[in-house]
């Protein structure tokens, strides 16, 4: 089971890239209705690609080095709780950084993101399934928290 969130995560991380990818790609071309240059020479559009980058990144970064301590402590013979409890809050907030990115993206696209072509509408229903998965669902948000003050999950379900 442990081994299953790392997947899903992985999934959410690369869902977001590709949508990320998509967009860039489409706006390459797109000129939006009523205008004269393409989606990418727009100053929202800037914007937004960079917003979409630096969440999904920033979080992929996070959840790398939590895991690599998380690793390096599991081969010098034990993982305690408050770094489990860290992995767990990562993979959490990785999931729901992913979300974010789609969303800003899909908002970039405009209503191109409405097409049976675009790869957004299926990108978008798959990150909000991974983001109801209990391993990384926002529920992981308050027993993190809680671990953090020092004080015991609410949860007995809890992934760690």
């Excluded at 072509?117 to 978008?124: E, F």
């Amino acid at each position: 089971r442990k081994g299953m969130r790392a997947g899903l995560i992985a999934v959410a991380l690369g869902i977001a890239q590709g949508a990320i990818d998509s967009v860039i790609d489409v706006a390459q071309s797109k000129v939006p209705r009523g205008g004269q240059s393409t989606l990418n020479e727009r100053p929202l559009f800037h914007l937004q690609i960079a917003e979409a980058v630096a969440t999904a990144s920033s979080a992929r970064t996070w959840l790398y080095q939590v895991v690599q301590e998380n690793w390096e402590l599991a081969q010098a013979g034990e993982v305690p709780l408050a770094a489990r409890n860290l992995l767990a809050l990562a993979a959490a907030h990785a999931t729901k950084s992913a979300r974010q990115a789609i969303e800003v993206m899909y908002l970039a696209a405009g209503g191109s993101a409405n097409y049976n072509k675009s790869p957004l509408p299926r990108a978008g229903r798959d990150i909000h399934a991974l983001t109801q998965h209990v391993a990384t669902s926002p529920q992981q948000f308050p027993n993190a928290g809680r671990i953090l003050a020092s004080l015991e999950p609410d949860s007995p379900f809890i992934f760690l």
